[in-house]
């Protein structure tokens, strides 16, 4: 979702800013309380999905690729109490004024009549994608949204609402497809993770591939999530960085973020004409020893903009082989320490300058904030997510924290950028129910 508000400048010297996570019993409390205020009655239960950073493999989903998000502590929570009708009623902290008003029989994709704005469209839309894959008719809801995913920060603020709305219907309406947290439905997960990116892809007009929700729905406390895009498969890779005394620090630029505006589709639409030109449904297709053939082919086609095709193919194909490196890192079962700690950290660094240079997705703001960290003594750095602003990561030792974060921060204050903010990315649950 879009950020509204602007950010103040960064001031040298400044105490980092880091975002909390509510605990679960604070999230259950401010979606209640909200919704009490604004429907007058009882909730049938508040469910939650979280917001996701993706350790590596950016871009890739929509190829086939793999990729290696975890699901944060941060939440959205939605208190919602089924209906009797078609109605949907929405509220949230900054709409608790004027409560959204919607019919189930008459919203539809964006740009036709029934087109739902705003953040409704990703609630709304996944009940209207339910339906679309044979899961209705649904009743209509009333729901409060209570989030602590920060907004139009790269975190999947949207997705989290979408998979939130998800389980939550799958819950009162007993379609009977999430399980719960502790003993999750994977195969009904990957259901309902479908509407979810059908929600996004039609209804919110966001051409994204589905890494998000799949994060925000199938992760698993304490471990990444490698996702096979090209047939969903997943892996649950073991991921305890608090045991090698390592934090994940996410850097939210606050520099805008936003995968409506068409440089996230141009870059799909590039990928898809590349693998036209190459002869392969995706793009995941090109083995690593096949790239260099692949990329003359491309260069000697009649494409207009052939340089462009070959720099997304060499982004794509070389992500996906550091994705299978990082994957086989972690999972050799030694300590995330010493030689193997720095291969990881280089996966990362090399990650980053990828998308800088041959995908361009990245900004001033991220390519100072991995600078500042790698400065600063991070591991390793990258921005994550889709890039154009949103958040960087940087594989810190815990002890480090505070240095690498006041590094950013006077690094922004000097390039007279937006303060930044922090956050701890511990690998956490998947979407659920929490009463
Ligand atoms: C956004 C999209 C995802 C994925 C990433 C880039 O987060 O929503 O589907 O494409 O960008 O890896």
């Given at each position: 979702m879009p950020r509204t508000e602007t950010p103040p400048a960064a001031v040298a010297g400044s105490e980092p800013v880091f975002s909390p996570a509510l605990s679960p019993q604070?999230?259950?409390?401010?979606?209640?309380?909200?919704?009490?205020?604004?429907?007058?009655?009882?909730?049938?239960?508040?469910?939650?999905?979280?917001?996701?950073?993706?350790?590596?493999?950016?871009?890739?989903?929509?190829?086939?690729?793999?990729?290696?998000?975890?699901?944060?502590?941060?939440?959205?929570?939605?208190?919602?109490?089924?209906?009797?009708?078609?109605?949907?009623?929405?509220?949230?902290?900054?709409?608790?004024?004027?409560?959204?008003?919607?019919?189930?029989?008459?919203?539809?994709?964006?740009?036709?009549?029934?087109?739902?704005?705003?953040?409704?469209?990703?609630?709304?839309?996944?009940?209207?994608?339910?339906?679309?894959?044979?899961?209705?008719?649904?009743?209509?809801?009333?729901?409060?949204?209570?989030?602590?995913?920060?907004?139009?920060?790269?975190?999947?603020?949207?997705?989290?609402?979408?998979?939130?709305?998800?389980?939550?219907?799958?819950?009162?309406?007993?379609?009977?497809?999430?399980?719960?947290?502790?003993?999750?439905?994977?195969?009904?997960?990957?259901?309902?993770?479908?509407?979810?990116?059908?929600?996004?892809?039609?209804?919110?007009?966001?051409?994204?591939?589905?890494?998000?929700?799949?994060?925000?729905?199938?992760c698993r406390a304490g471990h990444a999530l490698e996702l096979d895009c090209r047939d969903g498969s997943v892996v649950h890779v073991p991921f305890d960085l608090a045991a090698a005394d390592l934090t994940l620090l996410v850097i939210d630029t606050k520099a805008k973020h936003s995968l409506v505006d068409g440089q996230y589709g141009a870059r799909r639409d590039a990928c898809e004409r590349a693998a036209e030109i190459l002869?392969?449904?995706?793009?995941?297709?090109?083995?690593?020893?096949?790239?260099?053939?692949?990329?003359?082919?491309?260069?000697?086609?009649?494409?207009?903009?052939?340089e462009v095709l070959v720099a997304r193919t060499r982004h794509v194909v070389t992500e996906i082989d550091r994705t299978r490196r990082l994957v086989a890192l972690l999972q050799d079962g030694t300590p995330l320490t010493g030689e193997k700690l720095a291969q990881v950290g280089a996966l990362m660094d090399a990650s980053h300058e990828s998308l800088r240079v041959d995908y361009e997705v990245t900004c001033p703001e991220l390519d100072v904030a991995v600078q500042a960290a790698r400065a600063a003594g991070a591991h390793g750095a990258r921005m994550t997510g889709g890039g154009f602003g949103g958040s960087a990561i940087a594989l810190v030792d815990t002890a480090a924290v505070d240095a690498v974060a006041r590094a950013v921060v006077d690094a922004y204050a000097d390039h007279g950028f937006a303060a930044p903010a922090f956050l701890n990315a511990v690998p956490s649950a998947p979407a659920g129910r929490l009463v």
């Open positions: 604070e999230g259950v409390e401010a979606a209640t309380d909200l919704f009490r205020e604004a429907f007058g009655a009882e909730p049938d239960g508040v469910w939650y999905a979280p917001g996701r950073v993706n350790v590596i493999g950016e871009h890739t989903d929509y190829n086939g690729g793999l990729a290696l998000p975890i699901a944060l502590p941060h939440r959205a929570h939605l208190a919602l109490r089924r209906r009797d009708d078609r109605t949907i009623r929405l509220v949230s902290p900054q709409t608790r004024e004027a409560i959204d008003v919607l019919d189930l029989d008459a919203i539809g994709p964006t740009g036709t009549p029934g087109e739902v704005r705003h953040w409704n469209a990703y609630v709304a839309g996944v009940a209207w994608a339910l339906e679309r894959d044979g899961l209705g008719p649904l009743r209509g809801f009333d729901a409060a949204l209570y989030s602590c995913v920060p907004l139009g920060g790269g975190l999947s603020s949207s997705a989290a609402l979408e998979c939130a709305t998800a389980v939550a219907l799958d819950d009162v309406c007993t379609l009977g497809l999430a399980g719960t947290v502790d003993t999750p439905d994977d195969a009904g997960r990957a259901r309902l993770v479908e509407a979810c990116i059908r929600a996004e892809n039609e209804m919110a007009g966001a051409p994204t591939g589905g890494m998000d929700q799949s994060a925000s729905m199938r002869g392969v449904p995706l793009l995941a297709d090109i083995e690593p020893g096949s790239l260099e053939a692949a990329l003359a082919t491309l260069r000697a086609s009649k494409a207009t903009d052939a």
